[in-house]
């Protein structure tokens, strides 16, 4: 029987970790009425200089148990403030004027003290970094929703969004049951939403066209008299936020001119096409390589002109002699106002031999294990089905001798 209930309790214990739910926070004004409802999943890319002035890596995710005692609802901004475990916090601050609400931005703290998530650290300090998430324009009495990852990136922290449920400015109590999804749950939807409309609307908006997805492009960088340095093949959609505006462009790999260069320790590749320009800059060191800069420049369909970038990114990793894919979509946060989509992404800047890709080291949805989980439940409950009736069945005999001893 024990090594039964010692197995169970292991499956039980792999089903738990892959059905968590993440975070779940009902926030009461001042009234007790209900004025803000989250749930959401966060994963933290940190980076630290440890004792022996080497810099190392953790990644952590938001428990699932948080104190929201700090989270404030106001009429015009309120502010979702999760803390947890040794001096960590993870806030989330909403504005609206009235029609539409957004996040402005997200704070995250931490502290280089607790030695057990930052071990031998040289610092005992509580940092703190700033990001502009992409949550915008989300109907008020709607609840966003955005099931798909966002990675938004900071110097030092990288922080991944999902399964994210979040309603702000909750006006009657109850939580509402339209919801406004992200872009990335929506690949072809429109780039601007439609008006939430109600079955006594007097007319139907027309629909806006679709934006499909874009084409994969293969590009390389060939240094004359050479092999190729750099493979890359992708396909990429830019959102890009001027004045209040949001706009989406897919990059055309049919009319894209790629040129570039490769160094010991970096590379870049430059895209140009009739409507814009990409340049991305890659490190390395002797074990892993990464998208360093991703900088931005066009026209939009609208006929705005921008131009936009980060220098301070760590994306697409892999160890060097690698390649790294990506074939679901992704979408990353460059900037506040500049987004990356990237679909069947493989990306090689060092280490090319022979022309041709080598071992992809596949991204966290590629290699989605999700479908073990219905498994694991069944087997789980089967046993604990079998325990009950070994169990019945044992009572029943206990019970049946006890009534003959009489």
């Known amino acids: 029987m024990s090594r039964f209930s010692a197995f169970i309790l292991l499956l039980m214990v792999a089903v738990g970790v892959h059905q968590s739910s993440g975070v779940e926070v009902k926030v009461n004004d001042k009234n007790g009425t209900l004025c803000l409802s989250a749930s959401l999943m966060v994963n933290f890319s940190i980076s630290y200089e440890t004792t022996d002035k080497m810099m190392a890596v953790v990644e952590i995710e938001l428990p699932s148990k948080v104190s929201a005692n700090d989270s404030v609802c106001g009429s015009n901004s309120s502010v979702l403030k999760l803390e947890f475990e040794s001096g960590h916090s993870w806030t989330m601050n909403f504005i609206t004027n009235g029609k539409t609400y957004e996040a402005d931005s997200i704070i995250f703290s931490y502290n280089l003290g607790d030695s057990k998530v930052f071990p031998n650290s040289s610092s005992n300090d509580t940092l703190s970094v700033t990001v502009k998430p992409h949550i915008i324009d989300v109907d008020t009495d709607t609840s966003y929703s955005c099931k798909s990852s966002d990675m938004i990136q900071a110097k030092s922290v990288n922080q991944t969004l999902w399964n994210v449920v979040i309603q702000a400015f909750i006006t009657n109590g109850q939580q509402s049951t339209n919801y406004t999804s992200c872009a990335a749950d929506t690949p072809t939807a429109a780039p601007t939403k439609p008006p939430v409309t109600t079955p006594s609307a007097p007319t139907t908006p027309v629909p806006t066209p679709t934006l499909p997805d874009p084409a994969v492009g293969k590009y390389n960088v060939t240094p004359e008299n050479s092999t190729a340095c750099l493979l890359a093949q992708f396909g990429l959609r830019l959102g890009i936020k001027l004045g209040g505006k949001y706009e989406e462009m897919n990059l055309n790999s049919s009319k894209v001119s ?136 044992i009572g029943r005999r206990k019970s049946r001798t006890g009534y003959q001893s009489v």
């Not at 697409?316 to 989509?341: H, P, R």
């Open 258 to 393: 790629a040129t570039g260069g490769c160094n010991v320790n970096s590379s870049e590749l430059v895209l140009e096409s009739d409507t814009m320009n990409i340049k991305m800059t890659f490190t390395n060191d002797t074990k892993k390589f990464r998208l360093h800069a991703f900088e931005a420049s066009g026209t939009t369909s609208s006929g705005a002109k921008f131009s936009d970038g980060n220098s301070s990114l760590s994306l697409w990793e892999a160890s060097v002699g690698n390649s790294y894919m990506c074939n679901k979509e992704q979408n990353y946060t460059i900037t506040e106002d500049l987004f990356v989509f990237t679909f069947q992404l493989q990306i090689q800047p060092v280490g090319v031999k022979k022309g041709a890709f080598s071992t992809a080291e596949e991204c966290f949805l590629d290699s989605d294990l999700s479908f073990l989980v219905p498994i694991a439940v069944g087997v789980a409950l089967s046993f604990l089905i079998i325990l009950v009736l070994i169990s019945y069945v």
